[in-house]
């Protein structure tokens, strides 16, 4: 893959909550990338999308070691991550499979 895969997550992430705004004001999602991880020597990066109406959360892994690999969980903003990461071909993501997650998760 060519171009950054945080920057290609971050710009997908970006037309998928302004879609998102446009057709659900109520949902208003909140996105966040958290260099925590790489911080912490750990070598990912992790990008949130929470709801605060209805306190869920999408978390989405890129990780150094699975290059190529979207890591995805949907848990609650009050849930620690667990273990069990479904994970997607990075080059399968869109921006509008992240606004059906948003869709549907948070609708």
Not at 22 to 27: G, N, S
Not at 59 to 67: A, F, G, S
Not at 88 to 93: A, G, T
Request: hydrophobic share 40%.
């Amino acid at each position: 893959m060519s171009e950054d895969p945080l920057k290609a997550l971050s710009d997908m992430a970006s037309d998928a909550h302004a879609r998102i705004q446009a057709t659900h004001q109520h949902i208003n999602p909140v996105v966040e990338v958290r260099r925590g991880m790489r911080d912490a020597g750990i070598p990912a990066d992790v990008m949130t999308i929470d709801c605060l109406r209805t306190r869920r959360r999408i978390t989405l892994i890129l990780h150094d070691e699975q290059p190529g690999k979207l890591l995805y969980q949907f848990v609650t903003i009050d849930d620690e991550v667990g273990d069990d990461f479904k994970q997607m071909p990075f080059s399968d993501l869109k921006a509008a499979t992240l606004f059906d997650w948003i869709e549907d998760y948070f609708g």
